[in-house]
């Protein structure tokens, strides 16, 4: 049985299988925990599949490159799923037309604040040119931002880093903070949700109801947008644009 079991490793080492089914199994596992312990947010299943790959990885000695062969197949499962994310903004399009200049306002204020407040925090804590290029666009979904950060002579890998990282914490503390405040609208939730948590703060939205997801994927749509128009304009303005 042992010599079963290692030929089995073998092959999958050798192949990208290894990626994909590790990336599968690592967040069924975390779905079934994030159940079984009550939906707490703070088993997030991004979180700890995150986690545990992260782990495997590190143990197995395995290159992320060797991971990454297999992993990319549900990499690019990602674009179909923003797309697909117009079916509810259609089923919701009526509600999404009630509050148009409301959630054009808090796009444009949320937008600004959150990577300002990001790039004066960071620079007043010492922070380098490199991390501070890599860091402004937190907020924005992971593909964009890694392009804005490229554009500016930031790191993507560390932009994309920060902005996983964002959309988990915004993700597990959102919906403590509605409760704290006592905001029961979904709409408001979702557009919050999108806004701070872009993807990951998206999936969180769903969970709650459609209405949420709906306006959270439409806040994470328009600010992406935003962001890719103002961030480099921001960013001159603080001496961290592009390397002549």
Not at 8 to 14: F, G, H, P, S, V
């Amino acid at each position: 049985m042992s010599a079963e079991l290692d030929a089995i490793w073998l092959y999958l080492a050798a192949s990208p299988l290894l990626g994909l089914l590790l990336t599968l199994l690592a967040y069924q596992f975390a779905c079934e925990l994030h159940r079984r312990c009550g939906s707490t947010p703070l088993l997030n299943p991004v979180a700890v599949s995150c986690t545990l790959i992260i782990l495997v990885l590190l143990l197995a000695d395995i290159p992320y490159r060797h991971y990454f062969e297999g992993a990319q197949f549900v990499h690019f499962l990602l674009g179909p799923a923003i797309v697909a994310l117009a079916v509810p903004l259609y089923q919701q399009l009526a509600r999404l037309r009630a509050l148009l200049l409301p959630l054009g306002v808090v796009l444009v204020l949320g937008s600004l604040l959150s990577a300002a407040s990001a790039l004066i925090t960071a620079a007043l804590l010492g922070a380098d040119e490199i991390t501070l290029k890599s860091l402004a666009p937190k907020s924005v979904t992971t593909p964009v931002a890694m392009g804005i950060t490229e554009a500016v002579g930031g790191e993507p890998s560390l932009t994309a880093f920060i902005v996983v990282t964002t959309g988990i914490i915004g993700a597990i503390l959102g919906p403590w903070v509605f409760r704290r405040l006592g905001i029961a609208d979904e709409r408001i939730q979702g557009i919050a949700l999108g806004l701070a948590g872009h993807g990951i703060g998206t999936a969180r939205a769903f969970q709650i109801g459609v209405q949420a997801g709906s306006f959270s994927g439409l806040t994470m749509a328009l600010s992406a947008l935003l962001n890719g128009v103002f961030l480099p304009w921001l960013m001159g303005l603080m001496g961290l644009g592009a390397p002549g």
